[in-house]
């Protein structure tokens, strides 16, 4: 299925974005961990997850039919919104992805995190396993 085949694609398609880079550790010491320009870093990224949305306040599930597709993408980003929005609150919004990366609790994000990026990208046919795409790129994809 195409991703703009959603009322709300656009969301989706910065959601996926997120998921995407949260759930790409090889991307994360790359990308974040040397400060490659393009990408924004760890907080930019936890925003884009929840964004608009308030996915931090109340469950995806209210987004079935006009984010998600179904429950079970719901339910998969839920988990992974909890357990990325926990980090952010216990490293702090401006603390540098080392801190993130170094934090206990940040491969069971990672893991929560692909585990969603795997089952949308798969949903929306297209390859979860190719790099992350820029934020340059994802303006584009995302304009009128």
Do not use: C
Request: proline letters at 6%.
């Amino acid at each position: 299925m195409p991703l703009n085949d959603l009322p709300w694609w656009r969301w989706r398609a910065r959601l996926r974005s997120a998921l995407h880079m949260l759930s790409d550790l090889g991307f994360q010491q790359e990308t974040w961990l040397t400060g490659r320009e393009g990408y924004g870093d760890v907080t930019d990224a936890v925003y884009r997850l929840v964004e608009d949305t308030w996915l931090d306040r109340w469950s995806a599930e209210k987004y079935v039919g006009t984010i998600f597709r179904d429950s079970t993408e719901a339910a998969l980003v839920d988990v992974a919104v909890l357990r990325v929005v926990r980090l952010l609150h216990e490293v702090g919004a401006d603390a540098p992805a080392s801190a993130y990366l170094g934090h206990p609790g940040w491969p069971d994000a990672v893991r929560a995190a692909r585990e969603a990026h795997l089952t949308l990208a798969g949903n929306d046919g297209d390859d979860p396993q190719a790099p992350p795409k820029s934020l340059d790129v994802l303006r584009i994809l995302t304009q009128v």
